[in-house]
């Protein structure tokens, strides 16, 4: 398996958004399920915010031929 790293660009854009005091919606952990909400969208990019709690989680899945870069808080 190849492993590329994500352009600078998408790097960038991560961190600019690493802060949930500049989100527009409020951090949520839900207890029932995974919260996910779209922060920001353009022509070529979106921006998501993703909690879960313990036990929770998401399905196997892919994202076609998406790339991307991501941040982790605790």
């Not at 994500?6 to 029932?32: G, I, K, N, Q, T």
């Not at 399920?33 to 899945?61: C, F, I, K, M, N």
């Amino acid at each position: 398996m190849t492993h590329h790293r994500p352009e600078p660009d998408l790097l960038a854009r991560a961190a600019r958004w690493a802060d949930p005091s500049d989100w527009p919606v409020a951090l949520r952990f839900d207890p029932d399920e995974r919260w996910y909400p779209r922060l920001a969208a353009d022509a070529e990019h979106e921006v998501w915010a993703l909690s879960w709690l313990p036990g929770q989680g998401t399905d196997l899945h892919d994202h076609g031929g998406s790339a991307g870069a991501f941040r982790a808080r605790r």
